[in-house]
């Protein structure tokens, strides 16, 4: 039950927040402004590779945000969920009320996580909602619940990373930089594994990525929605890796595994670490 | 009853002892006040009261049960932080439901402790945008929802004005007088004074003393009376040759004497008899200068 007040509390904070409205700002930025983009690119050499396109441009919307930018929203929210807690005092009022540590830790990841499913499920409603006004009637919608899910799935990874590093931290702005600086660090480690991979032909150099953060938490949308007949330009485009290696299965791992010891480990620090008083 | 019971806590920090074998108690229906100065270990004594600080030693019981491991008691446990940092988003009305749905209390106890701080007219208000001492009407407010067995208080009169303080005093006396423990720090020695029936005086992570306000005065003043009187030339004869003590302190229509033994009434006879003119006689409890004394001790 007080799982649920911490759940709601979390949301309310985040919202009241200035940082929400500006991720929701961005969100809406990025959406229209591709949707309008595309309007604008006429001419015969857009015409034939767009028009094909158009029935599935749903998936561009709905795909866009996943390379960088719902990593970029998770860790903003997950890096001051408890940091900030700490940082206000207000973590002293949540401890001495009949609850657990646990259940606070769950509650606090469980909120910041809800609002990012909110974030996210708006860009997707934009992204159905342009794609029909713009494009017309659009087709494979059944893939719809599985592609999102797994781009919910996915940012779970970072969410998790930044949750913790703010508890280990305490402090939110530290949190935020150095889990930005991880998913990053970790993307452009990646990007450069495969390039020279490519570059000296050792294909089995690419399977390094596998084992960094950024490849599961980026990939499992991209390779389940490969699947989607017709859609493989939009894919392609919108991904980080080049598609073929690497399982759903091997995602899946990736995320679970990331996800679970980061949030081991947070539970471990705020189940035996002292909750000093606030310092002014 | 002993509602709080703290027995040997140890903590350290950084291998700085913090608290060095810290045993307290505190009982239902009393005030017991912890004095100390900055860095004494007062405020870890509570937090570790409250399972926020783990103590690296010794035994926490609260209400009879051990609060790092049965969070319910803290329940019917109420607490006041030193400068109450309270979610500044959320209106004093909305605070205090999320309080009242985390203790399972309903409308009546919120509004109970609406009317009792008189808070209705800032119900709808962003804690953000209430002053200082409204703050603290606020804290305390939601520190006695629910009816707490214990209260726990850090520094309740810090940055309140004397027409809060005196409502805050009366509430505690409320409070106590319904049965609550009323555990809390304070540097406002008037108030320890005027409220405390119990003191631990803490220097350096240990205990100095224990005892009443009286008991500390007794202990570490001796026994101070004042007499009032414009006849201080004779008094202070009369002081000297009766061999009663010395006068500490002359002038202004009063004297501070301090007695060899305790033999107030005596002392008093003595003076009158002799022609003394007394508009007043009281014992003296600074207990200003009696914590100063217990600090060092």
Redesign the interface.
Known sequence: ??VW?VVR?EV??AV??RKVITLVLITVFFEVGSYVLLTQAHGPRFDRVLVPLKPYLWLLGVLLPQSLLIHFIAISIASGSMAEEYE???V?????????RGEFLLGKFLGGFLLLVSVYALMVVLALSLSFLLFGTQRELNYLPEVVGTVVFSSLTFFTISFLVGELSRRSSISFLASSSFLVGSLIVSILVVFLSQLVGMTSLEYVTLYLPTWGASQLPFIVSSAIPGVYLIVEALSLFPLGFGSAMQAIASILVYSSVASAIALYSFA?R?????V? | MESVSLKDLVKTYDRRPILRGVSLTASAGRITSILGPNGAGKTTTLRISLALIFPDRGEVRVLGEDPFEEKRVLKKVGYVQEIPNLPSFLTVEKFLELSARMKSVGREEINRVRDLLDLGGIWRTRIAKCSKGTVQRIAIAEGLLAEPEVLIMDEPYLGTDPLVTAKIRRILYEVRASGTCILMTSHDMDEVRRMSDEVYVMNRGGITFRGSPEEMAKRFLGIRVVVETEDLEPLTQLVKEGEWGEVLKSGAGKAIVSLKEDRREEFLRDVVERGVRVRGFYLDQDLEEAYEEAVRA
């Open positions: 039950m007080n007040n509390y309310r904070r009241a927040r206000q005092g207000t002293d009022f949540f401890l001495t009320k009949p609850i657990g035996r002292d909750v000093p008083k606030r002014y």
